[in-house]
């Protein structure tokens, strides 16, 4: 059996040189899935906080860092072989060999900050679901935001390594070639500045927090989320508006969730043809019943006000003692079903637009 000649070159590396780079390419092929959960052991040691082995979040950590250390694995394992020079050809001034290793360093770098950003949404996850066990709706707000700022710092050191490492570009020289630019930049990015400030202000003056039911403008909803450019908000219709920050610490804004009561104003039109014994009648039982019902407070006034067009009408004014709109639409249901049983008790009916009209017998003129 003829001995293996180690110092045998091929492709202008030694025998040697392959068999470690195969081998240990082959190793972490194997263990890449080990090392990747030993690596997120640790990190999970240091943060302190239990993890779903079982939920989506944590099986995409686990993919994303399975394919960095893979990658990491393929730069050890070829760091020292050599390009031979049949293929090692220049491009834009470029060898082969140093492109396809800055392409290699590009795809590990994307990798890596969609591993931190995989982190940081599973640390999201987990510390919404505590915060909405609280009280408090401000860390349901505060979390969202930091997500989001996480994040984008995340992306910026990737990019700012991309330039570095790929590109070969000199960050501090460019840090101080955007800080002379900075002032233009600034005044081009005006709007978004403003909006990003709004988000500070809504934080620090809290006119409202996620969950908070405002009205902004035309729009009125639930505050879904506050972002660093706008603040989503749902309406009653279940359309997802986003407003610009920057008009939701402009324009005036009405709280609706601070209220601690709701008023329900309308007028109720009967017919003419109601004496006025049962008008008194009627009008007092609405009162009643507005005063004893248990979600009314005991401001509500009921009144005959106005002789209309074509009913009487009896103005109906009580507070609802609850901000929550399923509890204001369920009280004023039930106290209409309780106005209409009351007019029908009087034998009187309600009033709709109506008009008499007189013909005039030519036959009776002299």
Same mark, same amino acid.
């Given at each position: 059996? =003829?001995?293996?000649?180690?110092?045998?070159?091929?492709?202008?590396?030694?025998?040697?040189?392959?068999?470690?780079?195969?081998?240990f390419?082959?190793?972490?092929?194997?263990?890449?899935?080990?090392?990747?959960?030993l690596?997120?052991?640790?990190? /999970?040691?240091?943060?302190?906080?239990?993890?779903?082995?079982?939920?989506?979040?944590? @099986?995409? !950590?686990?993919?994303?860092? @399975?394919?960095?250390?893979?990658?990491?694995? /393929? /730069?050890?394992?070829?760091?020292?072989?050599?390009? =031979?020079?049949?293929?090692n050809?220049? !491009?834009?001034?470029?060898n082969f060999?140093?492109?396809?290793?800055?392409?290699?360093?590009?795809?590990?770098?994307?990798?890596?900050?969609?591993f931190?950003?995989?982190?940081?949404?599973?640390?999201?996850?987990?510390?919404s679901t505590?915060?909405? @066990?609280?009280?408090?709706?401000?860390?349901?707000? $505060?979390?969202?935001?930091?997500?989001?700022?996480?994040?984008?710092?995340?992306?910026?050191?990737g990019?700012?390594a991309?330039?570095?490492?790929?590109?070969?570009?000199? /960050?501090?020289?460019?840090?101080?070639?955007?800080?002379?630019g900075?002032?233009?930049?600034?005044?081009?990015?005006?709007? %978004?500045?403003?909006?990003?400030?709004?988000?500070?202000?809504?934080?620090l003056?809290?006119?409202?927090?996620?969950?908070?039911?405002?009205?902004?403008?035309?729009?009125?909803?639930?505050?879904?989320?506050?972002?660093?450019?706008?603040?989503?908000?749902r309406?009653?219709d279940? %359309? $997802?508006?986003?407003?610009p920050?920057? @008009?939701?610490?402009? $324009?005036?804004?009405?709280?609706?969730?601070?209220? =601690?009561?709701?008023?329900?104003?309308?007028?109720?039109g009967?017919?003419?043809n109601t004496?006025?014994?049962?008008?008194?009648?009627i009008?007092?039982?609405?009162?009643?019943?507005?005063?004893?019902?248990?979600m009314?407070?005991?401001?509500?006034?009921?009144?005959?006000?106005?002789?209309?067009?074509?009913? $009487?009408?009896?103005?109906?004014?009580?507070?609802?003692?609850?901000?929550?709109?399923?509890?204001?639409?369920?009280?004023?249901?039930?106290?209409?079903? !309780?106005?209409?049983?009351?007019?029908?008790k009087?034998?009187?009916d309600?009033?709709? =637009? %109506?008009?008499?009209?007189?013909?005039e017998?030519?036959s009776?003129?002299p």
């Amino acid at each position: 059996m =003829p001995e293996l000649n180690l110092d045998l070159f091929i492709l202008d590396n030694n025998v040697t040189s392959w068999i470690f780079s195969v081998l240990f390419l082959i190793g972490i092929y194997f263990f890449r899935t080990l090392i990747t959960k030993l690596i997120l052991s640790f990190l /999970i040691k240091l943060s302190r906080q239990k993890i779903d082995l079982k939920s989506n979040n944590y @099986k995409n !950590i686990i993919t994303t860092m @399975k394919r960095v250390v893979m990658l990491f694995g /393929i /730069i050890i394992a070829f760091e020292d072989i050599k390009f =031979p020079d049949i293929i090692n050809f220049e !491009i834009s001034g470029i060898n082969f060999s140093t492109f396809v290793k800055k392409i290699i360093h590009f795809i590990i770098i994307i990798s890596f900050v969609n591993f931190v950003n995989s982190f940081v949404d599973y640390f999201s996850n987990y510390f919404s679901t505590r915060a909405s @066990k609280t009280e408090s709706k401000l860390d349901d707000q $505060l979390i969202p935001f930091a997500t989001d700022f996480l994040k984008i710092f995340i992306i910026i050191i990737g990019i700012l390594a991309i330039i570095g490492n790929i590109f070969e570009v000199n /960050i501090t020289a460019l840090a101080a070639g955007l800080g002379v630019g900075g002032i233009a930049v600034a005044m081009a990015s005006k709007e %978004s500045l403003e909006n990003l400030f709004g988000s500070f202000t809504i934080f620090l003056d809290q006119p409202f927090t996620v969950g908070d039911i405002v009205t902004i403008g035309a729009i009125t909803g639930v505050v879904e989320k506050v972002g660093f450019r706008s603040t989503r908000i749902r309406t009653f219709d279940k %359309s $997802l508006v986003t407003v610009p920050n920057k @008009k939701m610490i402009d $324009l005036e804004l009405d709280n609706l969730g601070e209220r =601690p009561v709701r008023r329900c104003k309308f007028n109720v039109g009967i017919t003419y043809n109601t004496s006025s014994e049962d008008i008194k009648k009627i009008v007092q039982e609405i009162q009643n019943a507005i005063d004893n019902h248990t979600m009314t407070t005991k401001d509500g006034k009921v009144k005959f006000m106005e002789f209309g067009n074509s009913s $009487l009408d009896i103005m109906v004014l009580y507070y609802v003692k609850s901000a929550d709109w399923d509890d204001y639409i369920n009280t004023k249901e039930n106290i209409n079903y !309780i106005i209409m049983e009351i007019v029908r008790k009087y034998n009187s009916d309600f009033a709709f =637009p %109506s008009q008499s009209i007189y013909i005039e017998n030519e036959s009776n003129k002299p």
